[in-house]
């Protein structure tokens, strides 16, 4: 089953702050965020290992809530160099030790002057 | 950091022709490649780990035959799109890891837009 990400479009101006959510019915091992431009590869941001674990990158953000299987990337002061579309990519628990992904539908976040 | 190349970057066919799609590592040894369709705004849906020197293992509902993965070498896996249809049009896209393990990061090669007239 794919994971939920919500909203589905941002739109922000430049500074403001911007959250993206991410939930899985199942339960789950792990959470991967990406970020893609468009017409380019998915970009790699952070993983989140363990249950209540957050991690920053930059003004980038994100928490892992294991108990709840969701889990929130945090964007702050937004830049105009953080549009694009960001996807949550899940290892659930039982699954094989491939590091195989399955992706959320994304969030396009667009920000502007 | 790990680079994944990926060619071509796009492709133009007629009905009915086959493609093939390569994904190389180019500084690392990668065991396990994955294989992503992507609809315009959509998401990256998967359609098979690629493992090197075994079959590789599609998702539920793609095509085993229609869509042909051989990841021959280590740093080497290619997608074949058989007899392709105007259907088969999408972005196709490959990741690897340098590890084949959770926890590992994945690095993406630049896609490849197929057209099938």
């Known amino acids: 089953q794919q994971p939920v990400q919500s909203p589905q479009a941002v739109i922000l101006r430049e500074g403001e702050d911007a959250v993206i959510n991410c939930s899985s019915s199942?339960?789950?091992?792990?959470v991967h965020w990406y970020r893609q431009k468009h017409g380019e590869a998915p970009v790699f941001l952070m993983i989140l290992l363990k249950g209540g674990e957050q991690k920053g990158h930059d003004k980038i953000s994100a928490s892992f809530n294991e108990k709840k299987q969701q889990s929130s990337l945090y964007l702050t002061a937004s830049q105009l160099s953080y549009s694009g579309t960001y996807f949550c990519?899940?290892?659930?628990?039982?699954?094989?030790?491939?590091?195989?992904?399955?992706f959320g539908q994304g969030t396009t976040l667009q920000v502007k002057p | 950091g790990a680079v994944v190349s990926q060619h071509p970057s796009w492709v133009i066919c007629k009905s009915g022709t086959s493609v093939k799609i390569e994904c190389r590592s180019l500084?690392?040894?990668?065991?396990?490649m994955f294989w992503y369709r992507q609809f315009p705004k959509q998401s990256l849906m998967l359609m098979a780990t690629?493992?090197?020197?075994?079959?590789?293992?599609?998702e539920q509902g793609v095509e085993k035959d229609k869509f042909l993965i051989n990841h021959a070498s280590l740093t080497l896996s290619t997608l074949t799109v058989t007899s392709a249809h105007p259907e088969d049009s999408s972005f196709y896209i490959c990741?690897?890891?340098?590890?084949?393990?959770?926890?590992?990061?994945?690095?993406f090669g630049s896609g490849t837009q197929l057209s099938v007239l």
């Open positions: 990741s690897a890891a340098r590890v084949p393990a959770r926890y590992e990061k994945l690095f």
């Open positions: 690629s493992n090197e020197g075994s079959k590789a293992t599609y």
């Open positions: 199942k339960a789950l091992y792990s």
């Open positions: 500084d690392f040894q990668a065991t396990t």
């Open positions: 990519g899940t290892e659930y628990s039982g699954s094989s030790n491939t590091g195989k992904l399955i």
